[in-house]
């Protein structure tokens, strides 16, 4: 594999990559969204998140190890969603906070790529049918449909999926083994820390790999599934031998760099593990969006602009020529076909006996919610496995009639399906769909002219090409749009500002009409929040609080209950949590000044200030008159201004040091026998992660130093 071929290929991608999100809105100021909503994780999280880091770093110069602007304050640092420990996350301080995210978005999609390239290219496959595989990820449905979510973090970790299989070939058949190992742990521990919940697909997919590739040592190359027999056994008699013992201990190496080059997020996270609410997970609460049955249509039928979460289509040609070349090679690439399948049955969470054994026997597992996420792993397997159909159906196609039937049959009723659906289907699948299936039959007349021999195979090459990209992009371009401040900052300004005007402590809303993004703007601290971070005892007593219980895990403050009578999510959204008995006496305590609601208030302690846009806007007569004097987000100090008697709670539970004593835990309830405190943030966590960090680390140098005396 040469730095030229790979230029050839990367250079491409990041211009087509680049013209695309350019043209469904991307870029700039614009954040991702579905094409039917207005808002999205990168909006609620991503960007508030971004800006937030920039600001403690350039603004206050520290590393913000706690954020004070939503639900009364959480941990930052130890938060994975919020990518501290991400080096790519640091490029916001370069750039404003949605450049970057749109930068990050484009630079990972062209890192899938080039990814499932590389280990392609690792495998066998030349150039030309590698680079299908890469662009097949780099545009796959699911990933795209991530993008249109908000969900980066996922996309940031999937880049390196292909990464972390291309650096096991490496260990096990490449010339520089101990450099390969150092590039596994490198990947691995980026996989984590760009997403936790991600990188354990991508982890068990990569052991799965790194067993089933164990299997062809000594061997170095006889695991390839197209190599000619001939050139396969001079490569391995000339020097492919692998040492297993050598081997593993590079393995368990690359583990250990993985571990301590990581342990920064992982080891905080572990400590805040027995608080958080996501630990009391029920296996229906952590199978959120469990595939049904029925669901598994939409591998023929892409739901163009449906949920992404839901969305199994990986393009009706891919899925076709990894079939094909799954029939034509059988042997050597039926253990992907296996994944695949096993990756979708665990999608469909609790529908099925996989999923639900898993989380029985193994509770933690529970952790990882939305089970078809695992379907992220269909999403490099299958273009991988159309690679190999195009590249063996354009070079080899099969000689023995047998195979000739079995290519056809699987194949051959593609002009009827797709003129079927155009013609009966368009009105209940839209013809967005409908259009979309006329790739089969495309690609069946492609096959066909493979079989006849008709064309060369670069021609046929060409074809499928044109076919299988032509069929995501056609989906794709469906699933995410870009929108403009315009529609998720600007329209909340005259609120924020008049908030912040007021001389608002802490705000609440149970009709969620102060969006995270535009208070984290504004920098007006919040009792409520969106965040899956949350500690057990700020939970409840924030029901307690808003009067709002929730049914099970929830990554709202306050619960999201949907109004079943409600026809639109705007309709839902304005009316949640209004008949809902608030206790404007504990949000005090809270020193929470002001409520802002959707829809009248009623209960004691509200007065009505005003009413912005369709915002109700109430000071709670109940909150203490206190001030909350930040020194950056690590530092703050309360000074009551007026003598009060009863429960105050400056900020939520952390791992808090009152400034002249020593002692860790709550900052509240403070007594009255003081009318000032001060905070700060122990930073003990990260110095603890850091000390177990080098200490895995050098413990990995070690082994590889041990593998290479075995050399």
């Not at 999280?45 to 800006?51: D, F, V």
């Not at 908000?150 to 999937?158: E, F, K, R, W």
């Not at 299958?382 to 190999?388: E, F, G, N, S, V």
């Not at 703050?636 to 009863?646: A, C, K």
Request: one cysteine or more; glycine letters at 8%; charged letters at 15%.
């Amino acid at each position: 594999m040469s730095g030229r071929s790979a230029l050839v290929f990367v250079i491409p991608l990041a211009v087509v990559l680049a013209a695309f999100l350019l043209a469904v809105g991307l870029g700039g100021d614009h954040l991702p969204t579905p094409r039917d909503a207005d808002f999205s994780d990168a909006m609620t999280s991503h960007w508030p998140n971004a800006l937030f880091l920039r600001r403690a770093v350039l603004e206050d110069g520290v590393l913000p190890l706690w954020r004070p602007l939503i639900m009364s304050g959480t941990p930052f640092a130890a938060n994975p969603l919020n990518k501290v420990w991400y080096p790519f996350q640091w490029l916001v301080l370069l750039l404003p906070p949605a450049w970057h995210l749109s930068l990050l978005i484009w630079l990972h999609l062209i890192l899938a790529g080039a990814g499932a390239w590389a280990w392609a290219r690792a495998t066998g496959l030349p150039d030309g049918p590698a680079m299908l595989a890469g662009v097949g990820y780099a545009f796959a449905p699911r990933v795209i449909a991530a993008v249109g979510a908000g969900h980066v973090d996922l996309v940031y970790a999937a880049a390196w999926t292909p990464w972390l299989l291309w650096a096991v070939e490496r260990v096990l058949s490449g010339p520089s083994e101990r450099r390969a190992a150092l590039w596994l742990g490198l990947f691995a521990a980026l996989c984590l820390l760009a997403d936790v919940r991600l990188s354990a697909y991508a982890f068990a997919l990569t052991a799965a790999y790194t067993l089933w590739r164990w299997r062809a040592l000594p061997s170095a190359l006889s695991h390839r599934p197209y190599m000619e027999k001939g050139r396969r056994g001079a490569l391995a008699s000339s020097g492919g031998e692998v040492n297993r013992r050598r081997a593993a201990l590079r393995l368990l190496a690359a583990g250990l760099f993985a571990a301590g080059l990581s342990a920064v997020q992982w080891v905080p996270l572990l400590l805040w593990r027995a608080d958080l609410t996501r630990s009391s997970l029920t296996p229906h609460g952590a199978a959120l969006f469990s595939l049904r049955a029925e669901d598994w249509f939409g591998l023929f039928f892409g739901d163009h602009g449906g949920l992404g979460e839901m969305l199994v289509y990986v393009g009706i040609s891919t899925l076709a020529l990894a079939l094909a070349a799954v029939l034509l090679r059988p042997r050597a690439l039926l253990f992907w076909l296996v994944v695949v399948l096993l990756a979708g049955a665990h999608a469909m969470g609790e529908n099925f006996v996989l999923w639900r054994a898993l989380v029985e026997i193994i509770p933690p597992l529970r952790w990882w919610r939305v089970p078809p996420r695992s379907w992220f792993l269909a999403a490099l397997l299958l273009p991988y496995l159309a690679a190999w159909g195009a590249h063996l159906l354009a070079t080899n196609p099969p000689d023995r009639r047998s195979a000739r039937l079995l290519v056809v049959a699987t194949l051959g009723g593609g002009m009827a399906c797709g003129g079927f659906s155009l013609a009966a289907l368009s009105a209940d699948l839209g013809w967005g769909t409908a259009i979309g299936t006329l790739a089969l039959p495309l690609t069946a007349l492609t096959m066909a002219l493979a079989l006849g021999r008709v064309l060369s195979p670069r021609a046929l090459l060409i074809a499928f090409s044109v076919v299988m990209i032509g069929d995501m992009l056609w989906i794709d371009q469906s699933l995410v749009v870009g929108r403009s401040p315009a529609v998720w900052l600007e329209p909340y300004r005259p609120l924020a500002e008049y908030l912040r005007e007021a001389g608002a402590v802490r705000v609440y809303s149970p009709t969620y009409s102060l969006p995270q993004q535009a208070a984290a703007y504004w920098q007006i601290a919040q009792f409520d929040g969106v965040d899956p971070f949350q500690t057990r005892a700020y939970v409840a007593a924030a029901e307690v609080a808003t009067g709002v219980r929730a049914e099970g895990y929830s990554v709202t403050i306050p619960a999201f209950v949907p109004d079943e009578e409600s026809q639109a999510e705007e309709e839902t959204l304005a009316t949640a949590n209004c008949d809902a008995p608030l206790r404007p006496d504990v949000l005090g305590a809270w020193l929470v000044t002001h409520v802002v609601a959707a829809c009248p208030l009623s209960a004691e302690g509200l007065v009505l200030e005003t009413q912005i846009g369709n915002a109700y806007v109430y000071r709670n007569t109940y909150a203490p008159d206190v001030t909350l004097d930040w020194d950056g987000p690590n530092r703050v100090t309360v000074r009551l201004n007026e003598p009060y008697s009863g429960p105050l709670y400056a900020i939520a539970n952390g791992r808090w040091r009152d400034a002249p004593g020593d002692l860790p835990g709550l900052p509240g309830p403070l007594d009255g026998t003081r009318s000032e405190w001060t905070f700060a943030y122990d930073p003990g966590e990260v110095w603890l992660a850091l000390g177990a960090g080098a200490a895995l680390i050098v413990l990995g140098v070690l082994l590889l130093w041990g593998a290479a005396r075995h050399a």
